[in-house]
């Protein structure tokens, strides 16, 4: 069975760093590129970061640029991202996510709350 | 930023017609792709490469593109249609995606 597991949510304060984890099985990771999607509550969705394959082309939404890295182990079947200098505005459900063609899947989202 | 628009809501009658658009400046050049989203439940793929349905997506559910809008129609709405819809495409220089602001449908 084909799964992405988003883990890392939780509280945190402005200013800090978290490091989101999204673990795929069922399928062959290397083959895809993977986003991230976020949603905040009560709003629409958001793309926020996509790498290819191998790694080496990386792209992100302008409000994250500079501030959050996407990475991927495909050795791990494992995707990543470091979310640094938080802010409340990046207060969402953090979804990873595979699109290619009628190929769709989403994981089930970790929800990221910064907040004092 | 490149930007998709959408209308924030449509209504209509269960077993009327539902349009919703979505305009972009890059969707003469690039796909556009259809979720759909119920409360509390991770999008589900209704149309991709602006025309194609997903194998297990109702045929009346349909798609469209002309110029810089796309279109999903769903031919013969029902009350289980009734979700929040986004469109989603890339910019022309294939780097960046982007969604559509979404739009609530109503049957009733």
């Known amino acids: 069975e084909m799964q992405l597991v988003e883990s890392g949510g939780g509280l945190v304060q402005p200013g800090e760093s978290r490091r989101l984890s999204c673990a795929a099985s069922g399928f062959t990771f290397i083959n895809y590129s993977i986003h991230w999607v976020r949603q905040a509550p009560g709003k629409g969705l958001e793309w926020v970061a996509n790498i290819d394959q191998d790694g080496s082309q990386k792209n992100y939404v302008d409000s994250v640029q500079g501030r959050f890295t996407i990475s991927r182990d495909n050795a791990k079947n494992s995707l990543y991202l470091q979310m640094n200098s938080l802010r409340a505005e990046d207060t969402a459900v953090y979804y990873c996510?595979?699109?290619?063609?009628?190929?769709?899947?989403w994981g089930r989202g970790t929800l990221v709350t910064v907040s004092s | 930023s490149y930007e998709l628009t959408q209308p924030p809501s449509v209504s209509v009658s269960p077993g009327q017609t539902a349009r919703i658009t979505c305009s972009g400046d890059a969707l003469p050049k690039k796909y556009a792709y259809w979720y759909q989203q119920k409360s509390g439940q991770a999008p589900v793929l209704v149309i991709y490469?602006?025309?194609k349905r997903p194998s297990g997506i109702p045929e009346r559910f349909s798609g469209s593109s002309s110029g810089t809008m796309a279109t999903l129609t769903i031919s013969g709405a029902q009350v289980e249609d009734e979700a929040d819809y986004y469109c989603y495409s890339i910019d022309n220089n294939g780097h960046r995606w982007v969604f559509g602001g979404g739009t609530k449908l109503t049957v009733l």
């Open positions: 996510h595979i699109l290619s063609g009628s190929f769709s899947y």
């Open positions: 490469d602006d025309t």
